[in-house]
């Protein structure tokens, strides 16, 4: 890995990454989508976030890819708080406090 | 005019409230980023080059991951493009929201399209669909505001100290709880709960695939599904 081809990566995914962010805001502008895709485009966090994330939580790279107890605890303690009380501080304090408690006493 | 004024003020403040909760996330996660990269062989300025214009925590350490294992740089940079295609679905998904702002806000905004930006905001204008443009606007400057400052400082932290920290503070994990914490208060709703458990079944069964193509087979399913489930419910009413 030299120089160059670390400042190429650097530059080619920055300019490429905002063209992906730009794209439909960008290119669409205001004028209005079909219906159809709109119902789609509703469940666009949903359809992607959970998807992104639930390989790093049943395969953890921390464990080299074990199933890890504490992590999987973690996770639940962070949907329940979530979705019980839409509390986005509460998710992430109690996930992150369920987290290393279960470190500390799985060790 | 001065009323209007001190309206888009607030409502960027709420932003700010909105987004603050990330901190707690985001500075760990940027902390790692650059001591990662700086592990890796990266310069203190090529750090802060790709964190400031990439600002795509995943992306920037799949890249990475990818140099360091001697991959070719267009395989870096497809890859991280790879990892960074949810982001044409986030851009699509704000449009009916914020097509309509000014050019230089919508470069901004496109700048700054982050998981917490998008995730917090969208859930807002989904909520107050009715909310005027300038304050749908001004929201997501609140929202990165409280995010991004911390993103580039702690990659810096990250950079400067190395590999002081110690890997037992578990920071993997801060991307899975950021990203819960986004989606858990939506998944009250039949549609949205239907479509965030194919997103993760299909994500499971299809993570062999490359190019992160496994993401987008389960994102496109997931997104149908909480679509038909939608219409399933407004039929039956």
Same mark, same amino acid.
């Given at each position: ?14 300019? /490429? ?11 669409? /502008? ?51 708080? /979530? ?25 | 005019?001065? $009323? ?11 932003? #700010? ?41 995943? $992306? ?76 749908? #606007? ?56 239907? $479509?965030?458990?194919?997103? #993760? ?16 087979? $389960?994102? #496109? ?17």
């Amino acid at each position: 890995m030299n120089d160059l081809d670390i400042w190429l990566t650097i530059i080619f995914l920055g300019i /490429g990454t905002f063209l992906l962010r730009f794209s439909f805001i960008g290119l669409v /502008g205001d004028r209005k989508l079909p219906e159809w895709m709109t119902r789609h485009l509703r469940y666009v966090p949903v359809a992607v976030m959970p998807g992104l994330i639930a390989p790093l939580i049943v395969w953890p790279q921390a464990t080299g890819g074990e199933l890890d107890p504490a992590r999987l605890i973690a996770a639940a303690t962070a949907l329940l708080i /979530g979705s019980i009380f839409r509390s986005v501080l509460g998710a992430i304090f109690g996930g992150m406090a369920a987290l290393y408690l279960m470190l500390y006493l799985l060790g | 005019m001065g $009323a209007d004024m001190s309206r888009t003020r607030s409502v960027y403040w709420q932003g #700010v409230r909105a987004g603050a909760p990330f901190l707690l996330v985001v500075a760990p996660f940027g902390m790692l980023f650059g001591v990662v990269a700086t592990e890796a062989g990266f310069s203190l300025i090529q750090t802060m080059a790709m964190t400031a214009l990439v600002i795509a925590g995943a $992306a920037q350490f799949a890249s990475v991951q990818l140099l360091v294992d001697g991959a070719p740089v267009f395989v870096a940079i497809l890859t991280g493009l790879a990892v960074n295609l949810r982001m044409v679905m986030y851009s699509a998904s704000l449009t009916p929201h914020i097509g309509k702002a000014q050019t230089w806000h919508k470069v901004l905004m496109a700048y700054f399209m982050v998981d917490q930006s998008y995730g917090v905001s969208i859930e807002k204008y989904e909520r107050s669909p009715e909310m005027p443009l300038a304050d749908k #606007v001004s929201f997501f400057f609140g929202v990165i505001s409280a995010v991004a400052p911390f993103w580039y400082g702690f990659s810096l932290v990250g950079a400067l100290l190395g590999s002081a920290i110690a890997p037992e503070y578990a920071l993997d994990f801060a991307i899975p709880i950021t990203f819960i914490a986004i989606i858990a208060p939506n998944l009250r709703s039949l549609p949205h709960l239907a $479509a965030s458990i194919v997103s #993760v079944v299909v994500a499971l069964a299809l993570y062999w695939m490359p190019y992160n193509l496994w993401l987008m087979v $389960a994102a #496109v399913l997931a997104m149908i599904t909480g679509a038909q489930v939608e219409k399933w419910l407004e039929a039956r009413k």
